[in-house]
């Protein structure tokens, strides 16, 4: 079955520190990959996605990600992290077979940073 | 762009009442999500279109709920009638295509007692 794992509920980390948040996939073939924030009480926002290319992948707010075929991973990166980056992350694929554009969302990520 | 609409942004009703829920997607998206969001279960696709056809709706808990989308800009999901597990945050999402983002609503939290 397709699938995404967060394998973190919860990841917390100091201002100023990096921060990573996991996620791992199981599809078939070379999926397109995404990752989406969820601020309280808001719709999830898009942030970055990976298609074809540089597995490295530049987002918005200084977020990054790193796309690993070989682990099948693509783990979401900051090089130093904001008070106001505490929200929900979604991990998501789209497998490339049938399905049109639906999305598989993991199960998300509470990122908390603490002052 | 005023990006994807929902109306209304929250809703209170008694069980056993007919809910209705509105979405009107991004001009020029031709696909249209419908997502439920709760605590115990997370995020869950209820059912998606495309060029206002019904592409995949196995997500649809039961009988009791139906979407439609009678043209390029606007959606509903029906809930007949509800109950007080139905309350959730509703998302509604519209995308360019297979390799473009979705674009998520603000959400209608309803409310079931």
């Known amino acids: 079955a397709q699938s995404v794992a967060q394998p973190e509920d919860q990841v917390n980390v100091a201002e100023g520190n990096p921060l990573t948040v996991k996620c791992t996939y199981s599809v078939s073939g070379n999926p397109y990959l995404f990752w989406y924030v969820q601020y309280p009480n808001r719709g999830l926002q898009f942030l970055l996605k990976y298609i074809t290319g540089d597995n490295l992948v530049k987002g918005s707010y200084g977020f990054e990600a790193e796309f690993n075929k070989s682990q099948t991973s693509f783990h979401l990166k900051k090089p130093s992290a904001l008070v106001s980056d505490s929200a929900l992350y979604f991990c998501a694929v789209r497998p490339l077979s049938g399905g049109y554009n639906k999305l598989i969302f993991g199960a998300g990520t509470r990122l908390a940073v603490h002052p | 762009d005023a990006g994807v609409i929902q109306s209304p942004r929250h809703e209170v009703t008694e069980m056993g009442q007919e809910v209705t829920l509105r979405c009107k997607p991004i001009?020029?998206?031709?696909?249209l999500f419908w997502y439920r969001q709760t605590m115990m279960r997370g995020l869950e696709l209820l059912i998606y279109?495309?060029?206002?056809?019904?592409?995949?709706d196995s997500g649809m808990p039961e009988d009791r709920f139906s979407a439609k989308m009678p043209n390029a800009s606007f959606s509903t999901l029906k809930i007949q009638p509800s109950e007080p597990r139905d309350s959730a945050v509703y998302f509604c999402?519209?995308?360019?295509?297979?390799?473009?983002?979705?674009?998520f609503g603000p959400g209608t939290r309803l409310t079931v007692t």
């Open positions: 279109f495309n060029n206002n056809v019904p592409i995949d």
């Open positions: 001009s020029g998206h031709n696909s």
């Open positions: 999402a519209s995308s360019r295509g297979s390799i473009y983002e979705q674009y």
